[in-house]
Nanobody
Framework: VQLVESGGGLAQPGGSLNLSCVAV????????MTWYRQAPGKERELVAH????????TYAGSVKGRFTISRDNAKSTVYLQMNMLKPEDTAVYYC????????????WGRGTRVTVSS
């Protein structure tokens, strides 16, 4: 079982990045997907969350209107499109898969670093 994030890097304030997270080894379409982030010296926080069928999303207030989470179950991939980036978006971003109903399984990626700086 693996979740592999990619797409991080350096962006200027106001710029954009698109993160991807590919799932391997489990039934991706049976899991709710979430992006989290952890900035240096801070606790991990939830960034965005998407339902199994991609019809329900939630966002942290700090990213609402700037970030968009989506998923492609055919490709076992979840995305995080990040626009209008701010220095405070600098963090390591992790994707996670959470089972639903009677499935308590949970999987995490290793993270991809995003740095927003001029």
């Amino acid at each position: 079982v693996q979740l592999v994030e990619s797409g991080g890097g350096l962006a200027q304030p106001g710029g954009s990045l698109n993160l991807s997270c590919v799932a391997v080894g489990f039934a991706f379409s049976d899991y709710v997907m979430t992006w989290y982030r952890q900035a240096p010296g801070k606790e991990r926080e939830l960034v965005a969350h998407v339902s199994i069928t991609d019809d329900a999303t939630t966002y942290a207030g700090s990213v609402k209107g700037r970030f968009t989470i989506s998923r492609d179950n055919a490709k076992s991939t979840v995305y995080l499109q990040m626009n209008m980036l701010k220095p405070e978006d600098t963090a390591v971003y992790y994707c996670a898969a959470h089972g639903v109903n009677n499935n308590a399984d949970e999987y995490w990626g290793r993270g991809t670093r995003v740095t927003v700086s001029s």
